[in-house]
């Protein structure tokens, strides 16, 4: 079975090792440089190397998936703005419009073309999520994208190496922090440094005149065993339903999985309709990408990610629908969308993949805190876990971020860099939901203000799943919902809306944040799976 | 001392395994001596080592008594925490943070994985005791321990079965005072329950990686003091009367006492012991740019020396539930050699993946049943039955001769599983093993050398362990390094590392201000404070000529990760953050290739390290045996060819400085193969190694 006469198997199998090691050493470099604790504590960042058309043929091996899909997409309307042809060695194109690049404009995306002995051969592209965008700070109570921050057009960033002066004024005229974002724009730009490089190096070794024949290569073999993976699925449709918190009201969650000959569609038909209210709407690039990065994870994980695991995939959402909200709607909290279809594309596929699947893990959402200490300010970033969900397999593991690669602030790291005090962070036993397999834990984590310190200090925040809780898995329960406490006043989502997605903490306020727990399996009490 | 008595001074380096027990017999004078193999006595293991030092002893007519050193290395410890074999151990905390023990820092380690799963926490809830204390970040006490409630906890816990303790309260770091409160009370009231601070084994901000360490020191300890005990007595009474000295995961040695205190630190010992032997050779050699390249039966472990030391870090990873993936075991704050491992050894299954693609690894055949040509059970193909079939191996003589290799085993599991699945002839197919575990370990390689920036041409390569000299060559070439090196006693180096490495301890201290706002005065008296802690820790030190070093780790703000940057001590007697900043912002470029002048610099910790060399400095040379050193030829296929070739084999051992070498050739020594190819040039130095010079084309 020889997919390319150019490269046998034994070959193919060393190339791809080694360009995704590329990918990791870009990433690694991009993890270490970046002073965005976005990006440092909670990894959230991307790298990809792309062909000449934009299409990805490896990403990093620990990075956010969410990134997966779009990159083809970005680098393609990128592309449409600036012509192979306008680009030149030492160029790197910058953009964070939510409707072509990540769904909203923290996530900034950058490309550079990898010149091989004068032409293009294919991008070095990443996103990473930046410390500050302006606006108004990951509030979800806006109703225009404009309110968000800066929207960056495609446009060139570094000019054969060399800074675009108009546009690093543009950007650091907007932000808060210039000098972080503009460190983290270069952190970046140095990551593709290191593939334009080493794909140079690689080629030359192996005698390739581009990656064009590599990237089929990968491309052709990875769609082929996706599509036999679809294949050994029963044909037809299954579908699953979920409500999740909206801004007012719920969000309606629709999922129809249809299975034919090698392919795979998700469509979003009959979810709500985009939010005017609240910044919970998803672009279709970003649905498309988080849609088929779940897909590939269920199916095929131990396939590096490309171009041609996605290919057999189709994601359907109607225009002006939640999924595939037009501009200029508030994108802000757009993982509200799309990280809640997650567990629902999983319920769905239960039918036919019941052993690839979790329940609903308990998605708990992110917390900023920003104030004044002595006059002078301080802006922290925080997020505690939920439960994962309970499967076939066994129990949810308790507190565990899904379904990125996030991790958490250290309690100490967070009382060193802002005037919180944290009094509590424990398990809430028992909050999995039940089943045969019980889901993981939430916890619960209560902040003070230091005393002697007497605030303000505004605390943004997105819960997930205050309302509506993990659902569970063929037969196993809920799990306790998420729930936020001011001085043992229960905020509900509607009063935390009303004060626009912030609490403000004065004197001896506490603030006791209880994560969801995760989804259990299987009805309680039957016997052993 | 006169040269009849220097001549009976034998140095003695035991290191134990797994599996085996090894002894390295040294005199440093003649430069004489004899390795011992015994099998590991897993409930007592300091019966291994006594048996090893009597066999090894006898034949050379040495008493115990002259020997002057013994140095250890041993896998108690990382074995205690993998099979959960340590003490009942308890847990104290800050109320409120009991559980972050079981919380750890919430990252799935794979991403694709739905089904992530953690090792369980060393010390169950059950175990976990809180205390109503807090101590701030600026040292400041919000709420002082109550000595009654402090009482009446120590009571509670000395009435369970506990061994041990493991204290951890928040910021300890910064403010030690309650937790050296709670100890003075075990003293008292329970002075049979071994107490472990955080303060103390790892200060340091973060408290999951700090209570873990902390967790993790405490739950070995009473069986390391055990061991310890019953190796000293042993050692005693077999008539040794040097001091016993213990290797740790940094490559420093210590007195027993020490160890005993911090037996976390022993976790890597072994690894360690075998880059101490690589930075001791690259010395010799005069080529500070070194990637050492241990490779055993299960794994392949690189680490890169630049001016002739291997980085140093305080950040390792135990009992992973997936072996390499990082995040995936318990997090250690000891200080350690940075190694890479990888799941390529001699024993790394060959398989088909879903893709259609040959994979070598991460699973491995262990020593049991190992690869099929071992002829003990093993069926699935290895990286040693693709070097049998392609005739690197010689199958008559494998360790010596001490085993036989069956090839028509090694044959057939590569047939059933690779050639005929792919329709490939047997020997295309352990071709392709060969090239892809290469190709694995040379993807590492070049990652770990370009993250630091570093240039792999201007690198040479020391192949060690069982399996290193056989792949040295195609490695090397395929990362593009200009030589590798192949050391008498390739074999058994890390033996070899236990006697040159040197005595020496690292404290370290949390000071987590910016560059900028940093108490000049505090910190030279932390300085000093540490150094003379070192002298009370390490009492050799004080003779000298001890070395002390002085580090910060440092970072930009809002970094997560620091780097240590080594300082001197004037600077800050000086106050010169210029100074500092300077050298940070060095070593900064070295790794991320740009700095950034705009931005603040924070300091996280300050450590000290003090150094005292007595171990054997300078190389063991080697003596070539007068014998014919040709053993004739055999058939051997090398990537590229459709049919083997005859190629010349020879016995290392008679091989004398000066030999020069076109391959393809084999050298064959009892613990190891070494494999030069068809147009690679090799030579042996004065001093008994061999070098070889690859010629262009890698694996592809």
């Not at chain 1, 708990?364 to 802006?379: E, L, R, S």
């Not at chain 1, 505690?384 to 690669?405: D, K, V």
């Not at chain 2, 003293?187 to 955080?198: D, G, K």
């Not at chain 2, 050298?667 to 068809?678: A, D, G």
Request: hydrophobic fraction near 45%; include cysteine; glycine fraction near 10%.
């Amino acid at each position: 079975m020889r997919v390319d006469a150019a490269i046998d198997e034994v070959t193919l199998g060393v190339l791809w090792n080694r360009l995704v090691a590329v990918a990791d050493e870009a990433a690694a470099a991009l993890f270490r440089a970046s002073v965005s604790v976005i990006v440092g504590e909670v990894f959230d960042f991307s790298c990809a190397v792309t062909d000449r058309a934009g299409r990805s043929v490896v990403f990093p091996t620990k990075s956010m998936p969410l990134f997966n899909g779009s990159v083809e997409i970005t680098t393609a309307a990128l592309l449409e703005h600036i012509p192979l042809e306008a680009l030149a060695e030492g160029d790197t194109l910058i953009c964070n419009d939510p409707w072509i690049a990540s769904g909203h404009l923290p996530d900034v995306f950058l490309a550079s073309p990898i010149f091989v002995r004068g032409s293009v051969v294919g991008f070095a592209a990443s996103i990473a999520h930046v410390t500050d965008i302006g606006g108004s700070l990951r509030r979800i109570g806006t109703q225009e994208v404009y309110e968000e921050g800066l929207r960056i057009p495609p446009c060139k960033f570094l000019v054969r190496g060399e800074p675009n002066t108009d546009v690093f004024s543009f950007i650091r005229y907007n932000v808060r922090v210039p000098d972080m974002v503009i460190n983290d724009f270069y952190a970046q730009a140095g990551a593709h440094r290191i593939i334009q490089r080493r794909i140079a190096e690689t080629l030359e070794e192996f005698n390739l005149d581009g990656l064009d024949a590599l990237a089929e290569a990968i491309f052709a073999r990875s769609e082929q065993t996706m599509r036999a993976a679809i294949r050994e699925l029963p044909a037809g449709t299954c579908r699953a339903r979920a409500l999740t918190d909206g801004y007012i009201d719920p969000v309606d969650i629709h999922v129809a999985v249809t299975v034919d000959d090698g392919t795979l569609t998700v469509d979003y038909t009959g979810s709500s309709d985009e939010c005017l209210d609240g910044a919970i709407n998803s672009p279709y690039a970003c649905t498309y990408s988080e849609t088929v990065a779940m897909l590939h994870t269920i199916l095929l994980p131990e396939v590096p990610a490309n171009h041609g695991c996605f290919a057999p995939f189709r994601v359907v959402a109607p225009e002006g629908s939640i999924f595939n909200a037009r501009p200029p709607r508030a994108v802000n909290i757009r993982t509200r969308a799309v990280f809640m279809a997650d567990p629902v594309i999983m319920a769905a596929m239960h039918a036919i993949a019941p052993d690839r699947v979790i329940a609903a893990p308990g998605q708990a959402g992110g917390y900023h805190a920003h104030g004044h200490v002595d006059g002078v300010p301080f802006i922290t970033f925080f997020m505690q876990s939920g439960g994962m969900g309970a499967s076939a397999r066994g129990p949810g593991m308790g507190c565990l971020f899904f379904p990125g690669t996030m991790s958490t602030s250290p309690v100490e790291i967070i009382e060193q860099q802002s005037p919180l005090l944290i009094d509590r962070k424990r398990i809430l036993r028992g909050s999995g939901g039940p089943g045969q397999h019980r889901g993981g834990d939430g916890q619960e984590i209560v902040l003070t203000l230091r005393p002697g310190y007497e605030g303000p200090v505004t605390v943004p925040m997105h819960p997930h799943m205050l309302e509506f809780p993990a659902p569970g898995l063929a037969g196993g329960g809920p799990g306790v919902v998420g729930k936020i406490f001011l001085n043992d006043h229960r905020v509900s989502k509607l009063e935390l809306n009303q004060r626009g997605g912030a609490l403000v903490m004065r004197g001896r306020d506490r603030l006791n944040i209880h994560t969801p727990g995760g989804g259990g399996y299987g009805a309680p009490g039957s016997p052993p799976l | 001392m006169n040269e009849a008595r220097a001549e009976r001074r034998w140095l003695v380096g035991v290191d134990i395994g797994g599996t085996f027990t090894d002894l390295l017999l040294f005199n440093p004078a003649t430069g004489r001596h004899r390795a011992e193999k015994v099998l590991t006595v897993s409930e007592a293991p300091e019966e291994g080592v006594l048996r090893a030092i009597k066999a090894a002893l006898a034949p050379e007519g040495v008493s115990p008594a002259e020997v002057p050193l013994v140095v250890h290395g041993t896998t108690l410890v990382a074995n205690t925490l993998l099979q959960r074999a340590g003490a009942p151990t308890a847990l104290v905390t800050t109320a409120g943070f009991g559980d972050i023990l079981e919380i750890r820092n919430e990252q799935r380690y794979d991403v694709y994985d739905l089904f992530s799963t953690f090792p369980e926490p060393l010390i169950p809830v059950a175990w976990r005791f809180e205390v109503a204390e807090r101590v701030l970040s600026d040292r400041t006490v919000l709420r002082a321990l109550d000595p009654g409630e402090a009482r009446a906890l120590v009571e509670r816990i000395a009435g369970t079965e506990a061994k041990a303790v493991a204290i951890c309260l928040l910021h300890a770091y910064a403010n030690p005072a309650h937790e050296q409160q709670l100890k003075a009370v075990f003293e008292t009231v329970a002075p049979h329950v071994l107490v472990t601070l955080s303060s103390n084994i790892a200060p340091m901000a973060g408290e999951y990686e700090r209570m873990s360490t902390t967790a993790a020191n405490a739950y070995v300890q009473p069986r390391v003091h055990e061991y310890l005990r019953r190796l000293e007595t042993g050692l005693g009474a077999a008539g040794v009367r040097s001091p016993l000295y213990m290797m740790l995961s940094d490559g420093g040695t210590t007195p027993v006492a020490p160890a005993a205190a911090y037996p976390i630190r022993l976790v890597e010992s072994g690894p360690a012991a075998g880059v101490i032997a690589a930075e001791e050779l690259s010395r010799m050699l005069g080529q500070g740019s070194v990637v050492a390249f241990d490779m055993g039966g299960t794994t392949a472990k690189i680490a890169v020396l630049t001016e002739g030391r291997a980085l140093r870090s305080w950040d390792l990873e135990v009992c992973r539930t997936h072996r390499f993936k990082k995040g995936s075991g318990l997090p250690l704050l000891v200080p350690s050699v940075e190694l890479v491992e990888i799941g390529a050894g001699g024993g790394s299954i060959a398989h088909i993946d879903r893709l259609g693609l040959l994979r070598v690894g991460p699973e491995s055949a262990e020593a049991f049943p190992g690869p099929a040509c071992y002829g003990r059970g093993g069926t699935r193909p290895t990286v040693t039955d693709a070097a049998v079939v392609l005739g690197y191996l010689n199958p008559e003589f494998f360790l010596g001769g001490r085993m036989r290799l069956d090839r028509d085993r090694a044959a057939a599991a590569i047939q059933e599983h690779v050639a005929g699945p792919m329709n490939w002839p047997v020997r295309q197919a352990a071709l392709g093993i060969i090239r892809i575990a290469t190709a694995q370990m040379a993807e590492a390689m070049r990652v770990h050398l370009s993250e630091r920036g570093l240039d792999p041409r201007r690198f040479t390569l020391i192949a060690f362990g069982g399996a290193g000299p056989l792949h040295a060559a195609d490695v090397a070439a395929t990362v593009g390094l200009s030589r590798a090196v192949i050391p008498p006693m390739a074999g058994i180096m890390s033996a070899l590392g236990l006697l040159q490495a040197p005595l020496s301890f690292s404290l370290s201290h949390a000071l987590n201000q910016p560059l900028s706002a940093l108490p000049w005065e505090a910190t030279a008296e932390m300085f000093d404070r540490l150094s003379r802690q070192l002298v009370q820790t390490l009492p050799l030190v004080r003779d000298g000529p001890a070395e002390t070093a002085y580090a910060l780790d440092m970072k930009y703000d809002g970094q997560k990760r620091t780097l240590e940057v080594p300082v001197e001590r004037e600077w800050v007697e000086a106050h010169g953050a210029a100074s500092i900043r300077a050298q940070f912002e060095r070593i900064y470029e070295v790794f991320h290739g740009r700095v950034n002048p705009n931005l603040v610099v924070q300091v996280a910790n300050l450590k000290v390290r003090a150094t005292l060399h007595q171990g054997l400095r300078g190389w063991v040379s080697h003596t070539p045996v007068a014998r014919d050193p040709r053993r004739g030829a055999r058939p051997v296929l090398f990537d590229g060819m459709s049919e083997p070739m005859a190629c010349p084999v020879f016995d290392r051992y008679a091989l004398r400085a000066g030999t020069e070498l076109v391959g393809p050739a084999i050298l064959e020594e009892n613990e190891t193969t070494i494999l030069v190819r068809p147009g690679d040039r090799a030579e042996v130095d004065r001093h008994g190694n061999l070098i070889i010079y690859p010629h262009a084309g890698g694996q592809r």
